[in-house]
Structures are given as structure tokens and as C-alpha cells.
């Protein structure tokens, strides 16, 4: 029996990984990623600029979960494709996240990519910030199959998508719809629930600084919508375009249900900061001990296979 799998051609020892901004700021984080047991890993997502980020308290543990505005802190896009062009040789697969924060440093920053020797994967992360006023760029339909549209007449490396979560069942539809189009890698589901707020009752006061207390949800609260957005993205996309699962990942059972539900690697935020880069350790003993007493030998044995009742 194997939790190893394959992404891209290139074989993981396992399908765990971390979630964009969690333990990839830096050099010394991503090496210590590098160096655990995960199959792999991304860099936190990238602007052209470095940027400070929003005052702190801007992320806060909280008992089901994380609240987060962390407001982009990174260093900057040549930061992560530097660390990454210097690694290509020895990592097997590595994972770029970048963003832009208008419509035009999107397609900078990706033309950036597209004219380096960066042979990985780009993550690019749609929950970017829109002109004020309108919702973020993923819930937005029309000026997503723009931007798809402009990115992919230049840009030729393998390429995902990190989508925010959607709730109506007319959103999966269109957003497919659209998706199904371009030449995708994967797409990565979810992203934080976005502009939740939680509350501290003894001071009668929100916990992170920025946005008024507002801020993006993780961890146990936010797995039913991770694991139905992977569901549904699984059922809709093409075959060619595969999914990555994020959100409320704490155990192995939770990353056997996310490739239950159509997953083909299971990225880690809330509870890798809490508890860490062993986690990866502790997740593949506990796949590997839910897929003996199921009697799986792989992870395609079971992955998709989520049952209905009929
Ligand atoms: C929310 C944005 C700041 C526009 C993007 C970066 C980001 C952040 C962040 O840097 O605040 N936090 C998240 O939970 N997800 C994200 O995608």
C-alpha cells in the first residue's frame, strides 16, 4: 500500500502539501517545507513589490479554526522565482504563487514567469483584490474569463488556479463553464471564507486589527464548503484540469475525504500553523491507517469515488 501519487508526471512521496501563506514567507520557511515529510510545496502568493501587509493582529487562532487579513504581506515576485529558479534542479515539483494587485501587475507578474527558466508550476491566486467596490476578481465572472483569456494568448507553463469558495450551485455551473475553456493544470479549492468575524466575549471586541475584525475563515469551520467545492469542480471540470483540495484539513480522515471527493493533492493551512511542519508526518500515518483498515492499496482506489445515496 502507497500514499504516493503523481502530479504532472512527476511522482510525490505523498499528496500533502502547504496552503499558500502558511509557513512560505521565507527563505528559511520554505526550506524547512523542503525539508518535511510534505510532497510538496508553494510559496506564499507574490506581488511585483515586497509588501509590509496590514497591522497586526492580523492572524489569530481561534478554537475551530483561523481568522486571517493578512493583507499580502510577501517579498516580492523575484524573492520566490529566485528561490525557486535556484532549487529546480533538486525539487522535484515546486509550486509559485503570485498575484497582482490591479488587472495589469496580474499580467506583468505573469509575463515575469513566462520569461524566466522557471520550469514548475504558477499558482494564481483569483481571490485577488478588484477596483473597490466590486467583489473580489474569482466572483466576478466576466472579468475572469477576460483576464483567462489575455493570460493564456502568452502564457505556456503549467498553470492553477486558487478559487475563493462559491455557495450556489449556478456558481459552480458558470465558473466550470468558464474554466472548462483554458488549458488549466488544476484548480485549487478553497481559499479562506472570506470577510468572517469572530469575537473576543471578554473584551466585547473583534480579534484582528485590519478590516474592522473582517477577516478570512480556515480550519474546522470552513471544511463541508472546501470539501463541496472540490465535489463539485470534480464533477463539472474537465478531466485534464485536476483538483487540489484546501480547507479544514486537521487529520488523515480529512485528507482521505478530500480525495474522496475528487482531490489529487490536499494542501494544509490552519492547522500546519498550529501545530507545525510535523503534521505532515502524523496526516500520512493516518491515511495510510484509514487505507489498511478500508483495504486500499492507492490513492486512486478511492479517489473520486464519493457515493450517493441512491
Ligand atoms: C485576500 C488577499 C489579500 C487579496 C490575497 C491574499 C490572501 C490572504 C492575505 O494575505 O490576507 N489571506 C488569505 O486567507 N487568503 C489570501 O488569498
Request: charged share 20%.
Amino acid at each position: 500500500m502507497t500514499v504516493e501519487t503523481s502530479f504532472l508526471g512527476i511522482t510525490l512521496a505523498n499528496p500533502l502539501m502547504n496552503a499558500s501563506g502558511v509557513h512560505c514567507m521565507t527563505v528559511a520557511e520554505m526550506d524547512e517545507l523542503a525539508q518535511s515529510a510534505a510532497g510538496a510545496f508553494v510559496t506564499k502568493t507574490a506581488t511585483r513589490d515586497y509588501r509590509a501587509g496590514n497591522p497586526q493582529p492580523r492572524y489569530v487562532d481561534v478554537p475551530l479554526g483561523s481568522i486571517n487579513s493578512m493583507g499580502l504581506p510577501n517579498e516580492g515576485l523575484a524573492y520566490y522565482l529566485d528561490y525557486c529558479l535556484a532549487r529546480q534542479n533538486q525539487q522535484a515539483l515546486q509550486f509559485l504563487s503570485v498575484v497582482g494587485l490591479s488587472y495589469d501587475e496580474i499580467v506583468e507578474n505573469l509575463r515575469t514567469i513566462e520569461a524566466s527558466d522557471y520550469q514548475g508550476v504558477t499558482e494564481f491566486n483569483l481571490s485577488c483584490p478588484n477596483v473597490p467596490g466590486k467583489p473580489q476578481i474569482a466572483y466576478d465572472f466576466e472579468l475572469t474569463e477576460r483576464l483567462l483569456t489575455e493570460v493564456f494568448s502568452f502564457f505556456t507553463k503549467p498553470l492553477g488556479l486558487k478559487l475563493p469558495p462559491y455557495f450556489d450551485i449556478a456558481h459552480f455551473d458558470q465558473m466550470a463553464a468558464i474554466l472548462n475553456r483554458f488549458p488549466l493544470t488544476y484548480v485549487n479549492c478553497v481559499n479562506s471564507i472570506g470577510n468572517g468575524l469572530y469575537i473576543d466575549v471578554d473584551k466585547e471586541q473583534v480579534v484582528i486589527k485590519p478590516k474592522g475584525g473582517f477577516g478570512g475563515l480556515g480550519g474546522d469551520y470552513i471544511k463541508p464548503t472546501a470539501l463541496a467545492n472540490v465535489r463539485a469542480f470534480h464533477q463539472r471540470l474537465n478531466p485534464s484540469i485536476k483538483i487540489i483540495g484546501t480547507g479544514g484539513v486537521r487529520t488523515g480522515q480529512d485528507v482521505f475525504e478530500h480525495i474522496l471527493c475528487g482531490a489529487s493533492l490536499v494542501q494544509v493551512g490552519t492547522a500546519l500553523h498550529q501545530e507545525g511542519v510535523g503534521i505532515f508526518e502524523r496526516l500520512v500515518a493516518e491515511l495510510e491507517a484509514i487505507m489498511e483498515a478500508k483495504g486500499y492499496t492507492c490513492l486512486e482506489d478511492f479517489q473520486g469515488k464519493l457515493r450517493e445515496i441512491n
